[in-house]
């Protein structure tokens, strides 16, 4: 009998992986280490396409969704001249972001990200969307840190703006550097809920550091 | 380890040999292509259902291994095109497909009708102006009419200011807010003196500016139509402060749920600024203005919105100027002019995704002007109401539908004691209107738009039909041709109307043929049209100068081509714009005795608006030079009927807006930096002296040159918001 229940346990264990595939979380592991090998668009955009690939099958699950607006939103950053292009992509992030508010709508990474997404709007054509699109990011940061007021990436996007609209007006910048300072000291402290949950912004945070000095 | 164990360890490796035996997996390759067998790069290739898939390389090469068996389906994913989809029998056997991809239709990215329009707008897709370039180019003074005044097909009629349009007369343009008719949109003056265009052009988000071939639902014009959509719901509540040499304003802003309104005050005099700035003009009262408005915004329903914008101004000014009718040689001119405008409208959607846009307007207008001989008074009231209905009869097929009212009612009265005439006269029209047109798609690069407009006016007791089409069609990314026709109708100017009744509309034909190359950043447009005027109105002179006999037999044609190109690219936070308009016309219209080029068109045109932003300095410097080739006017002394030529028209402005603080923006502008000598020909006496000869007067401008120099101060509760786009 007893061997029996062996037999069945182990049998139904090598069905279940087989049956299972390979792991979301362990897919998501791999796929966010691509992060590391992306160079120029068109790696961002073949790693969009897999969070793509993978959103398409867990359609529960909003995290592949967040990575590949976020891709698009890098890759608007990366667009050097074309306007027209850079909005494109920021569609693309922006209609991803709009899946996962329905998903997720007390997200607070959810948010920091829209902001990301708007500073990207403007950063297309600052003269004429700079006002409007400071206060829509302003706005997002606001809501990501009211949902978790300890968010290092709201907190990032916050100061980064402030730094924007500062150099723009030609206003002192050294408030937002000590802020910054203090953020990138603080970063490590801020430990996401997964090994796959947003984590990124650490470097960007660094870059703002050294300008400053 | 006991025996049975053992056993079950080998049963376990022999299961889990028999699962990789079973996961055999299947290679598969291919290209992809759209359907013109061009490699797309960054397809994302999959098994539905799977995590497995690829990524198509810059020759559109893809690969990829699955463990699946059996029957999947193979998806291919590309933006803007449709998804591309194949059932695969996987066997472990290499599978090689070619999917080619077709462009998905999308009417926001479909190609647009370009004959005749000029827009400005926020809309991410690739305008041509947006509202800022309106309000920063140089010498336009916050006027719209005045930065049009930049763009070809326009020519500068220097001591009128309005907008004249390809051989047309500034009363064949109209100007339309949020869908429904403005009359009077210009500013009361005296004669040949210039006007502004009374609403202020930080109002708007979007102007579109057509100079011939527009749809359908716009109709009472000649030439053109100044389409101009007023903001949307403002994001905080703001106090705006504005000190300028010429006057002061105030206006704030306060929100409420899904809801917003703004009232605004501003007070100009003139009286400093023309006492220190050299005048050309003899000023007796300078021109004084009050302007108060009042505007609100309310979303209703799920996307509905609802707009409501009242305004009314008092302006007035005296001055004397030289007249040859006059015993002095001098006639004192008084100007007193009372506006108020009022517009309401609702946009939104309706069931079964029928759109809805209604609108009412209704002008008020009353000039109490005297003069040193007599007064004369004109009172002008109009109501236009609109309601227009769209609907998308399948993903292609756009229509649209509507119904208009327009009700005038105008009066003229004259009264001078020394010649003992009291003179009144008045009419009243109602009109009714109904139009429909469709957009039709073939593909993301054709489009064509059919319509028709039907007007009765039961003052003149006559009826038009007017067709329209346009089409335009995408050669490629970057270029496409768009070329339009229509019928357009007009109801004679008020001051003929006023005398006859048995007049008919006057008639434009439009021919247009446009193309558009634009890349990153650089616009290049042509145009030419060719323009047929029929049944203008004309009317003979009597001996007291009365107009007598109106009839439309009156006729004219303009044809000529229009260019414009923009470069955003090139100069290094610069951004420039260059024109140039030919234009051959003529016209018998009016008291004309004979056909003949009228005083009012340029035979070239010429304009550059440049602007570059300094960002150390935080200053955004902009020059706008224009040039317009002589103009014709009438000498009586002379046989021939208009046929002496003025001095060209050039002019060099400059301006400046420096970003002082995040919220307070200080700008300065002059006008005609060189003082280049402008004379707008000469103005005759109605009868000759003793000596036979008509004596005449140059028409001059006001002032060779215009300073100004105005501090915008925007107060938040976060202290970020700006006048950026109130710069001018």
Request: aromatic share 14%.
């Amino acid at each position: 009998m007893k061997k029996v229940v062996l037999l069945l346990t182990a049998v139904s264990i090598v069905f279940t992986s087989m049956a299972g595939g390979p792991d979301f979380q362990q897919v998501m592991g791999k796929t966010l280490a691509g992060y590391a090998d992306c160079k120029t668009i068109e790696d961002y955009h073949n790693l969009a396409n897999k969070f793509e690939r993978i959103a398409n099958v867990e359609k529960d699950e909003w995290l592949p969704l967040y990575y590949h607006a976020h891709c698009y939103i890098l890759m608007s950053f990366m667009e050097e001249s074309d306007a027209v292009k850079k909005d494109e992509y920021l569609d693309v992030a922006e209609t991803s972001i709009d899946k996962i508010m329905t998903m997720k709508p007390d997200e607070s990474e959810v948010f920091a990200l829209k902001a990301f997404m708007l500073t990207a709007r403007l950063v297309v054509d600052p003269m004429t969307r700079g006002q409007e699109y400071s206060f829509l990011s302003g706005n997002a940061v606001g809501t990501a840190l009211s949902l978790n007021s300890e968010n290092p990436r709201a907190k990032y996007i916050s100061i980064s703006n402030e730094i924007g609209a500062a150099q723009f007006f030609g206003n002192d910048i050294s408030r937002f550097c000590d802020q910054a300072k203090e953020l990138l000291e603080k970063w490590d402290d801020y430990k996401p809920a997964s090994t796959i949950h947003p984590n990124w912004g650490k470097y960007l945070v660094s870059g703002i550091v050294d300008t400053c000095n | 380890m006991s025996r049975s164990i053992k056993r079950i360890v080998i049963i376990i490796v022999g299961l889990i040999c028999l699962t990789e035996l079973m996961a055999q997996s299947t290679l598969i390759t291919g290209v992809v292509t759209d359907l013109k067998n061009n490699p797309m790069p960054g397809a994302n290739i999959y098994i539905e259902g799977t995590y497995d898939g690829a990524s198509s390389d810059d020759d559109g090469k893809f690969s990829f291994t699955t463990t699946e068996t059996g029957t999947h389906i193979l998806i291919v994913d590309y933006i803007g095109f449709e998804t591309y989809k194949k059932k695969l029998e996987l066997t472990g056997e290499e599978v090689y497909i070619e999917p080619g991809l077709k462009e998905s239709f999308n009417q926001l990215k479909a190609v647009n009708i370009t004959a005749g329009a000029f827009e400005a707008s926020e809309t991410k897709k690739a305008v041509i102006l947006k509202p800022l370039d309106i309000v920063t180019t140089a010498g336009a003074l916050g006027d719209v009419s005045g930065a049009m005044q930049t763009l070809p097909g326009t020519s500068t009629v220097g001591e009128s200011g309005r907008l004249f349009v390809r051989g047309g007369h500034s009363n064949e343009t109209q100007t339309y807010i949020d869908g429904t008719l403005v009359h009077e949109p210009y500013t009361s003056s005296a004669p040949n003196t210039a006007v502004r265009g009374r609403f202020n052009p930080f109002m708007f988000s979007g102007t579109v500016f057509s100079t011939g071939g527009y749809s359908a639902e716009y109709g009472q014009a000649l030439s053109s139509v100044l389409l101009l959509k007023t903001n949307g719901l403002q994001q905080e509540d703001q106090f705006d402060i504005s000190l300028m040499t010429i006057g002061t304003g105030v206006a704030g802003t306060k929100l409420w749920k899904r809801g917003a309104v703004t009232a605004s005050f501003d007070y100009m005099n003139l009286t400093p600024y023309m006492l220190l700035a050299p005048q050309n003009f003899d000023w007796i009262k300078h021109p004084e203005s009050y302007n108060g408005a009042i505007s609100l915004r309310q979303k209703t329903g799920k996307n509905g919105l609802l707009k409501t914008y009242l305004t009314y101004d008092k302006s007035i000014f005296s001055l004397n100027q030289e007249d040859p009718d006059s015993p002095t040689g001098i006639t004192n001119i008084k100007i007193d002019n009372q506006y108020i405008y009022f517009n309401t409208s609702w946009l939104g959607e309706l069931n079964n995704n029928w759109s809805l846009k209604t609108g009412i307007s209704t002008t008020g207008n009353i000039d109490n002007n005297a003069f040193t001989f007599g007064d004369y008074g004109g009172k002008l009231q109009g109501v236009n109401l609109k309601i227009a209905l769209s609907n998308h009869l399948s993903e292609k097929i756009k229509i649209r539908f509507g119904a208009e009212y327009f009700f005038k009612k105008y009066s003229e009265r004259y009264d001078s004691e020394q010649h003992s005439i009291h003179n009144y006269q008045e009419f009243e029209s109602n009109m009714i209107v109904g139009f429909a047109e469709a957009d039709i798609y073939a593909s993301n690069k054709f489009v064509t738009r059919v319509g028709g407009r039907y007007e009765y006016s039961d003052f003149l007791k006559k009826h038009n039909f007017a067709p329209r089409i346009s089409t335009a069609y995408k050669m490629n990314n970057k270029s496409q041709v768009s070329v339009a026709y229509g019928i357009f109708f007009q109801d004679p100017a008020n001051e003929h109307l006023i005398y006859d009744n048995k007049l008919n509309f006057e008639r434009a034909d439009h021919f247009i043929l446009n193309y558009q190359v634009l890349k990153k950043d650089r616009i290049f447009r042509a145009e030419i049209y060719y323009k047929d005027y029929h049944k203008l109105v004309k009317y003979q002179l009597s001996d007291h100068l009365e107009p007598t006999g109106h009839n439309n037999s009156g006729s004219g044609y303009a044809y000529g081509l229009d260019i414009f190109w923009r470069d955003k690219k090139t100069i290094r936070n610069g951004d420039y714009w260059i024109t140039y308009s030919y234009i051959d016309t003529k016209r018998n219209f009016r008291d004309y005795p004979w056909e003949a080029i009228p005083g009012f068109a340029s035979k070239h045109n010429f304009s550059l608006v440049y602007k570059h932003w300094l960002h150390k300095l935080r200053s955004q410097i902009g020059l706008t030079m224009m040039y317009s080739s002589p103009r014709y006017y009438n000498d009586p002394n002379k046989e021939k009927f208009n046929s002496e030529l003025m001095t060209p028209y050039r002019t060099i402005n400059l301006n400046w807006s420096f970003l002082f603080r995040q919220n307070v923006i200080i700008y300065a502008s002059v006008t005609n930096v060189p003082g280049f000598k402008q004379e707008y020909g000469y103005n005759y006496g109605s009868f000759p002296n003793s000596e036979g000869v008509y004596e005449r007067v140059p028409v001059v401008p006001g002032a060779n040159r215009f300073y100004f120099i105005g501090c915008f101060i925007t107060l938040t509760r976060k202290g970020e918001a700006n006048q950026l786009d109130k710069l001018e």
